[in-house]
């Protein structure tokens, strides 16, 4: 069965970086895209961007063009999403989810969530 | 940026139908993805392609898209289905929006 295991809570400093992992199993990693959306304390959804596993092509949401870099490990079926600069606006819940070849493509499976929490 | 508008809230008798809108420009044209949220928990998703269901999802979820609205229809509805529903649809040019979100109620 598909799985997304994210790394665990975050706590980070103003003016920080945060790098979240999002480990994927049960079915071929590159043959898919991993998604990156965020969700702050009571609000909703908010994609991020995301990363084809295949040829690791990027799509970013322009508001978060040049703070984030997607990436991913073939070798062990891994995508990681880091965000700079952190800002207290940054907190938020961040989702790794399973896209296609193609960023137009439905988010089919979800991880659980990595809560990052930015505060001085 | 493509916007997607939703009802805040929406409230349902067990076994009735319940019905949630997504409103963009011209969304008929798009292709509509809905996910269900509930509290504590990532989302799911429940239609995808304006109005196919993936594997797991009851009969009871069904979808449509046309014009300016896109619908999410939930048949003989169940406390178990009580979540914040999010409508979502790809605007190219690096615009992936999710709608406000509609909480479901069921009374």
């Known amino acids: 069965q598909v799985q997304l295991l994210q790394s665990g809570v975050e706590v980070k400093k103003p003016g920080a970086s945060v790098k979240v992992s999002c480990k994927a199993s049960?079915?071929?990693?590159?043959?898919?895209?991993i998604n990156w959306v965020r969700q702050a304390p009571g609000q909703g959804l908010e994609w991020m961007g995301w990363i084809s596993a295949y040829n690791r092509n990027t799509n970013y949401a322009q508001k978060f063009q040049g703070r984030v870099t997607m990436t991913t490990v073939t070798s062990t079926s891994t995508a990681y999403m880091e965000l700079r600069n952190l800002t207290s606006d940054d907190t938020a819940m961040y989702y790794c989810a399973r896209g296609g070849v193609a960023v137009s493509v439905h988010l089919d499976y979800w991880g659980p969530g990595t809560l990052v929490t930015v505060s001085s | 940026s493509y916007v997607l508008t939703q009802a805040p809230s929406v409230s349902v008798a067990p076994g009735k139908t319940a019905t949630i809108t997504c409103g963009g420009n011209?969304?008929?044209?798009?292709?509509v993805h809905w996910y269900q949220q509930r509290p504590g928990q990532a989302p799911v998703l429940v239609i995808y392609?304006?109005?196919d269901r993936p594997s797991g999802i009851p009969e009871r979820f069904s979808g449509s898209n046309s014009g300016n609205t896109a619908t999410l229809v939930i048949s003989r509805v169940e406390a178990a289905d009580e979540a914040v529903y999010y409508c979502q649809v790809w605007n190219g040019n690096n615009d992936l929006p999710f709608g406000g979100g509609t909480k479901l109620t069921v009374l």
């Open positions: 011209n969304i008929g044209s798009k292709s």
């Open positions: 392609y304006n109005g």
């Open positions: 049960g079915y071929t990693f590159t043959s898919f895209g």
